[in-house]
């Protein structure tokens, strides 16, 4: 079964970093990308990051520069460093994997982050 167990998430002062993981417990073929989206209240879920099995990345506009994504593939875990944060990327993070195969995608519980100003 497969499940995506994020975690990471906190209050930070504007300006400070932090570092979301999420690993995959069970087992996804055909992975087209893995990355993470965010959801802000009152807002539609948007995504921050995302990258391929290759290793190529894509950002968000409001997030290049400040957030990088990476992967420990030994535990099967993927990270989002989070630096310089602002105000603005507070937001429920959520990971996610999408497959070419037509099954999924597969979402994670989400985890909360907030910065203060």
């Known amino acids: 079964q497969v499940q995506l167990v994020e975690s990471g998430g906190d209050l930070v002062h504007a300006g400070g970093s932090l570092r979301l993981s999420c690993a995959n417990t069970g087992s996804i073929p055909s992975v087209l990308h893995m990355g993470w989206y965010r959801q802000a209240p009152g807002k539609e879920r948007e995504l921050v990051a995302r990258?391929?099995?290759?290793?190529?990345?894509e950002y968000a506009d409001s997030v290049k520069g400040r957030f990088t994504i990476s992967r420990d593939n030994a535990k099967n875990t993927v990270f989002l460093q989070m630096n310089s944060l602002k105000s603005e990327d507070t937001a429920v993070y959520y990971c996610n994997v999408a497959t070419w195969n037509g099954r999924g995608p597969y979402w994670g519980q989400g985890t909360q982050v907030t910065v203060s100003s």
């Open positions: 990258m391929t099995p290759g290793g190529s990345t």
